[in-house]
């Protein structure tokens, strides 16, 4: 087990920032892929970006160009700056790992989620 922390969500009107930060403890954090996933009410949890264990990165189509994900390995946390935020952004942002970089957005490929952070765009 892989224990993931999210912090950083919140309240902010549409056209705002917001920054997720997501805690990890393995040793070998390095080795780990990571990314974001989202789940609005009454719908699926889907990819949102992820981030290699080499700085290679992916997005969603819907925050290409707002979204970025990064890495801090020396602190063993992952980032997601989220900038020109929409109503439609509002939901639950989870983190999620999973070990080496084998290319994947599908939820049920990464085993380690954390609890989930509220995010919410409304003015």
């Known amino acids: 087990q892989v224990p993931l922390v999210e912090s950083g969500g919140g309240l902010v009107q549409p056209g705002g920032s917001l920054r997720l930060s997501c805690g990890h403890s393995?040793?070998?954090?390095?080795?780990?892929?990571m990314a974001w996933f989202r789940q609005a009410p009454g719908k699926e949890r889907e990819f949102v970006a992820r981030?290699?264990?080499?700085?290679?990165?992916d997005y969603a189509d819907f925050v290409k160009g707002r979204f970025t994900i990064s890495r801090d390995d020396a602190k063993k946390t992952a980032f997601l700056q989220m900038n020109n935020l929409e109503p439609e952004d509002t939901a639950v942002y989870y983190c999620?790992?999973?070990?080496?970089?084998?290319?994947?957005?599908?939820?049920?490929?990464?085993?380690?989620y954390g609890q989930g952070t509220q995010v919410t765009v409304s003015s």
């Open positions: 981030i290699w264990g080499g700085g290679d990165t």
């Open positions: 999620a790992s999973k070990y080496g970089n084998t290319y994947s957005t599908a939820v049920m490929a990464y085993p380690y």
């Open positions: 393995a040793r070998t954090f390095s080795t780990y892929s």
